[in-house]
């Protein structure tokens, strides 16, 4: 992902870290610059983590869920209103296999030994609900590129009306 430096380079940042369910020590002020430019959106996921709107950690602080998340303040090129990234600190161990429409896993032939038996690919990702247990935001173990929240968040987010968020059953 592009941001720029304290020089106004453009530098590669690694948005990995924001997947690991962990609090983390943002030292320098990320800048992100968003191409092409259009009418912003309130939740983006299209810098491949989530950016939002301070309406959607305003909401979040309503709903109590600050132990679940960490906003990191971000600066956007051209807005001058507050940005952050959504930073969820929950991983759960809840893919239900035998219910998604098919899991892969990393086998010894894929010739990545330190990944074998982790998800390669999920396709119709189905959780198990009685893992989950209290859980209102979290990724889950095994395939972290995706975001889960509970129904309660959902309902709360559509009801304020928070722009470019898309949900999909699980």
């Known amino acids: 992902m592009p941001r720029n430096d304290e020089d106004g380079r ?12 962990r609090v983390l020590n943002i030292r320098n002020p990320i800048r992100l610059s968003v191409k092409p430019e259009g009418i912003p959106i ?11 709107h301070h309406r959607v950690v305003s909401l979040f602080e309503r709903l109590g ?5 960490q906003f990191i303040p971000v600066e956007v ?6 940005w952050f990234i959504l930073n969820a600190l929950q991983i759960i161990r ?12 990393w086998r010894p032939e894929d010739g990545q030994p330190d990944r074998v038996g982790e998800y390669k690919n999920v396709r119709g990702l189905k959780v198990d609900p009685t893992k989950i247990g209290e ?7 095994g395939w972290p590129v995706v975001l889960i929240v509970s129904e309660h968040v959902k309902q709360a987010m559509e009801e304020e009306g928070i722009t470019g968020i898309k949900f999909l059953e699980v």
């Open 10 to 21: 453009e530098e590669l940042f690694d948005v990995w870290r924001f997947n690991e369910g």
């Open 42 to 52: 309130e939740f983006s996921h299209a810098l491949g983590i989530p950016v939002v």
């Open 65 to 69: 869920l600050r132990r679940e998340v």
């Open 77 to 82: 090129e051209g807005q001058t209103e507050p």
């Open 94 to 105: 809840c893919i239900d296999d035998a219910r998604s429409e098919e899991v892969f896993y």
């Open 135 to 141: 859980a209102h935001i979290f990724r889950p173990w």
